[in-house]
């Protein structure tokens, strides 16, 4: 069970809070004055710091005692708003301050990154893509572009097309067809962090033959 850490005595903050209720309140503590403290402190651990600046600064704050472990406020010297002085103790930390009060915050994780698709990822998708267009569209029978086709690969040791599933939306007679035409077709090795099986949707185009034209 986790170790929640509560500063100045504070029993119990409402840590289940509608969106509407944590937003007035966020609110109601912006609008607050924030007084001006003097800090002259050493480097330290982060779980000291916050103690020392709840006791200076009359702030209740509730964390969990796993979050703060093992991880160190900066030296903080001068005279900062309660707010600025949090900010720096827990910069770098990846925790950050929610107010449920004016004076009572609880500390939470920062949320993760996006991570976004890389040039390497991109280039095979569209390898991939290139590639199985141009084995479809070299059927003419298969009528590629005249319906929905929904294709799920997976590849074997050779990087080659060894598992397709089809779904045609309305022409179930085509899925054996695109079948056979992807079945052994070479890839390439995907790049590092590249996600298997890989999907793609080929959509009808006005004139029927669009996505073979490309």
Known sequence: MSDVRVSRGVKRLPLMLAAGLLGAALSAAQAQPDPVHAFDWPRQPLHDALQRYSELTGDSVLYDAGHVADKTAPALSGRYSSRDALQKLLAGSGLQAIYTTPRALMLRPLPAPKAA?????????GQIQARVLSALCARPALRVGEYRAALRITLDASHAIDGVQVHADGRPDMEPGLRNALAGLPMGA????FGLPATLLILPSANGREACAR
């Not at 698709?117 to 998708?125: G, N, S, T, V």
């Open 117 to 125: 698709p890389d040039a390497a990822r991109l280039r095979y998708y």
């Open 190 to 193: 995907p790049p590092p962090g």
